[in-house]
């Protein structure tokens, strides 16, 4: 129904407009405005300032320093104002260096310092490399300060003959305050580096090593449980866990700036956009983090394992963005033909074009490769020409302020809890609203969960909860003001039903608002195993009728707003089959039917066998003091992407 989700969306503009509050108070230096508590916090998080020269990069050209002179030359006369110099590699450093005592034989006395010379003559900003998860010497010398991914005391080991790199070194204890160490012995060294790339910048998931489990008992009383999200306590570690990991970028910005205030993390991120990274559960690093950077870059992959012919691309890099504040977020458009195995061949140059604008287009500057095989090269140079043409309305930029849409982190992680399930559980809901809104031109902003408060939410007109399932009772206070006040909200499904920790409430927390009371899933069967055609039975998988779960009849009530322009041609008002999850609700009598689901005979209750089965709300809507409300019972959101 593709008319619908517009429709609907459209009529939540508030009847009256809720006028924005005071800008709060900044900070000056290093940190700006406060952000939302989550739990185990134990003090303000705060974002930080972006210095003016990163607010004003259009993004990082990559691999010059792979490339020699002229190619670096050639990429600076193109726009390229910031690229990448190995310091620290997971074998060597690349310097003298009195942490890390192997240095690379690549690296002789002089070069490194040649190297940043070069950049600064051509006016390349130098962006210092340091993967941080991965280090042969430190992997080596301290056995403690290696990652324990199951729940074990055994500490891991790999065969440094075979493997030298070593394995995952866990960033929540001593061993990330050795390399915030190492930061700081590079900037001091070498005050011409201007900010810091951090390939891998997460904890796993989970940690058993005996730092962690020390701290997380010191913290909490309670030993590390096994890594299942389905267990709340383990819940409740992932949270423990990502403050870990905050406060450790807190204290790695703190020292950097105090050495020079404009240094920035421009960095790698594992959550804020890439399909892969939607995946991750239990989560690396909380979507919050990325607020610490002043920088975060994502990998875009436009593959077929990546969703790359869907709506995906384009939500990725809306969603890098808003996991900034809006402010700078950087997005690589992966100069690849499809996967297994990548390749540059047969990946036409236009296709260049079209993903540095499709970056553009989603509020993210568009990073990229700049050394290309010669048919890629002179079409990559004049796509930067492109970018830079653009300018002037690229930087300082913020969104249009009418309709925002929630991309739940928590509900990702806790609600999701899987990575086979959280698609289809939740980020199907995410991505069917937003591609209603793209495809019919709606300006609509990602938001995140920090951002349900007064202060945000007074920016914009409509606030859209597309299964926002984890939603603590602040957030949940602050949606209500915000209608209440007179804006608008369109919700689904289990909207509001589970807490900050993924523990499930025996209502939504948004009851009240939404006008209806939750009664369970409307279905858990299937239809009816009809005799199926020889021919067609032939064709069909093993999978068929598992794939018929969730089936019911929708019904467009006469008269209401779904009765009306190309969505009465669609549908009409007699039952059409609609297909996704929905959640059995009981409207309250102020509410409005907007449609209605009757759930198929064979998956109806013993109870009502041999009658014929009620209707239950599919989309409802009500008022709420000077605002307006739609609630979709039946989950048109995921089942329009």
């Known amino acids: 129904m593709p008319g619908a989700l517009p429709t609907l969306l459209l009529a939540c503009w508030p009847l009256f407009l809720f006028a924005p509050l005071a800008q709060a108070q900044t900070e000056p230096e290093v940190w700006e405005r406060q952000i939302m508590h989550q739990p185990f916090d134990t003090q303000p998080l705060r ?8 607010q004003e990069t259009l993004g990082c050209g990559y691999t010059l ?26 074998f060597f450093a690349c310097y003298e260096s009195r942490y890390i005592e192997r240095r690379s034989p690549d690296f002789p006395p002089g070069r490194l310092e040649r190297e940043i010379a070069e950049y600064q003559r051509l006016g390349v900003r130098v962006l210092a490399v340091y993967p941080p998860c991965l280090q042969g010497e430190v992997y080596e010398k301290h056995p403690e300060w290696r990652r324990i991914a199951t729940h074990t005391t055994e500490i891991p080991s790999i065969d440094l003959q075979q493997f030298p790199h070593g394995g995952m070194l866990c960033l929540l204890g001593p061993y990330g305050d050795f390399m915030i160490d190492v930061l700081e012995e590079i900037l001091t060294r070498f005050p011409q580096v201007d900010a810091f790339s951090l390939d891998g910048l997460h904890y796993g998931g989970v940690c058993y090593c005996q730092h962690c489990r020390d701290a997380y008992h010191r913290d909490t009383g309670e030993a590390i449980p096994d890594a299942d999200l389905r267990d709340p306590a383990f819940r409740r570690y992932q949270h423990w866990a990502d403050r870990r990991m905050e406060d450790l970028l807190r204290r790695m910005q703190n020292r950097l700036k105090r050495i020079k205030p404009e240094v920035a993390l421009v960095t790698w991120s594992t959550n804020a956009g890439r399909y892969g990274h939607f995946l991750s559960i239990p989560r690396n690093m909380p979507a919050r983090m990325n607020l610490l950077l002043d920088a975060p870059d994502q990998e875009f992959w436009m593959d077929e394992v990546n969703r790359g012919t869907t709506i995906l691309p384009a939500f990725g890099n809306a969603y890098v963005w808003a996991a900034t504040n809006h402010r700078v977020a950087f997005s690589e458009p992966y100069l690849m033909s499809h996967g297994n195995p ?45 970018v830079q043409r653009r300018k002037p309305w690229l930087v300082h930029k913020r969104p249009e302020p009418w309709a925002a849409l929630l991309m739940s982190d928590n509900t990702r992680n806790f609600y999701g809890q899987s ?11 995410v991505l069917g609203m937003f591609r209603a809104a793209v495809e019919e031109h709606l300006p609509l902003a990602v938001i995140n969960d920090w951002n349900l408060n007064d202060e945000d939410l007074a920016a914009y007109h409509v606030l859209i909860l597309p299964n926002a399932a984890c939603l603590d009772d602040e957030q949940a206070a602050a949606v209500e003001r915000f209608v209440r006040g007179g804006g608008g909200l369109v919700a689904s499904l289990d909207a509001s039903l589970f807490n900050e920790y993924g523990d499930a409430r025996p209502n939504f927390a948004l009851a009240e608002v939404l006008g209806v009371r939750y009664q369970g899933n409307a279905s858990e069967s299937s239809a009816a195993r009809e005799q199926l055609d020889v021919n067609f ?20 009530q006469p008269g209401s707003p779904l009765d009306h322009g190309l969505l009465a041609s669609y549908i009409g008002t ?20 907007f449609a209605w689901l009757r759930v198929r005979p064979a998956a109806a209750s013993a109870e009502t066998a041999g009658s014929a089965p009620s209707e239950l709300p599919a989309v409802v809507a009500r008022n709420h003091g000077k605002g307006r409300v739609v609630y979709l019972a039946a989950a048109l959101d995921g089942a329009y992407y």
């Open 537 to 556: 039975a032939q064709a069909i998988g093993p999978d068929y009728w598992e794939k018929r779960q969730q089936v019911f009849d929708f019904r467009v």
């Open 65 to 90: 320093s792979a490339m020699d002179t002229a190619g670096r030359t050639a990429a600076a006369s193109h726009g390229v104002t910031l690229s990448e110099l190995g310091f620290v590699n997971p």
């Open 419 to 429: 990575p086979g399930l959280v698609e289809e559980r939740y980020l199907a809901a």
């Open 574 to 593: 007699e039952p059409v089959t609609f297909k996704g999850p929905a959640v059995r609700v009981a409207a309250d009598p102020s509410a409005d039917v």
């Open 47 to 54: 974002a930080v300032r972006v210095p003016e020269w990163v």
């Open 342 to 386: 990548y390749g540059k061949d047969s990946f036409p140059p236009h296709e260049i074009l079209r993903r540095m604008m499709l970056v553009l287009t989603y509020g993210a500057m568009p990073s990229v490769a700049v050394a290309q095989p010669p048919r890629l090269q002179d079409e990559l140079y004049r796509c930067l020409d492109e």
